[in-house]
């Protein structure tokens, strides 16, 4: 399977890269375009010392290798121009796994055989949008990760690949609990692409009935770290 | 009351006091008032023969509206022109002005559509010009009539997202801001509502 890590950090990237690389039937592509906020030139002169900074302070040499098999593709434009559409075409991916912040379009969903994988730190589909995490813990319901395959709209993608409760109760502030929960796509990434390997993977239904929630106030957010503080001396 | 509902309420309490003081400042009596007239929603529609803000400055110094119930409106030429006029504010104030004569029908089961885009704007695309630009870019009119309207709601919901939009925006607004508009008291009203919409969820979880 042929796998592309969407990207605007290197960094970011190559955390994941690290944790899928050795997965059985994988050959796995970095694939790094501008940041929104940032000019081409600006986002790709921070990601070369990025690249010198990773390989130079972890002894590492994959960065290199990465480099030199074509592996690592510098995108000038967005992910939705038809010149970065076109090179992603011609790498002929199975499935990208989302670790940019952008929304896709259908031309750069298309791209992909499958689509791409997004991890999610809430339950589909009934926690869409920003601060799910937040607006879990407040409403008292479940906290987990959900794998889906995204579409254009704000996390509607109709298929959800794995989804699964994460404990966070010995976590005491939301900072530190979203900081784990999202480092736990270089986890649930792996598993995911497992699932996708194996014999004809299912899927539950995201039908998008569940609300959007929004950035929260900090009235509620201070009420949310109350609550996890709560739930760590309950134990 | 579990360990949850208790530290929420008791969050939304200490809001309460702390807008209660805020609105004194801006000297509206009304907004002070513990108990407040209880609102219905409608069933159906709220007929009513006066103006919009006119009726939202009654409701928000607790005063009644006459009015009848009847027949809602066409919604789906409203719900499109409205989602049309995202770049015209003036046209869109305008719009839901002429909608919600009586204030209390954006809580009518047919508002949905309306009272989610009118939450999706308020917290993605407002609020990203204001943190990232200046409020000074918005048609203060517009952004205080939709923020009126969803307080209103938040009142009938036990849906947090509404009564955090209006957490959002208190947090957000700088205190003294004061718009230069014929109708600048929405302001006010919009604090009246929310002390309301604090008063009847802090209630509620009790």
Redesign the interface.
Known sequence: MRTGILAHSFSSAFTIYKAVQDLPGQEVFIILSPSPHRSATASHLANLARFVVTTLKGFDLKPLQLLATGKLIFLRRPLHNEQSVDTLRKLELDVGLHKAGVIYRDVTINAFRLGILNHHIGILPAYRGRSVLE?SI???DTVGITVFFVDTGIDTGARILMSEEVDITSYTSVAEAKEYLFNLDRIFFPKALALLTGSEPSFQLNDGTG??????????E??VD??LQ?KHRAG | MN??QQ??AN?LRQ?HDEVCKTASITALTAIEAQQFRRWSPPETWFESTGDSLSAIRALAADEQIACTETAPPDESSFFDDLQASIREPQRRFELLMTRYLHPLNVAASSEYRVR?HL??RL??AD?SRIEQHSLHLLHAGDLLLRLNLIAIYASFTT???YL??L??Y??LLPSAWSPELPHNWLRVSFLSFYVRALAVHFTHTN
């Open positions: 607006w407040l409403q008292g609300p959007r929630y929004f950035v929260m106030s900090k009235l509620f201070g009420v109350r609550l709560a | 360990t949850r530290i929420i969050a809001r989610e939450l999706e917290m993605v609020r849906d947090l997202r955090d939009a957490n959002y208190y947090e």
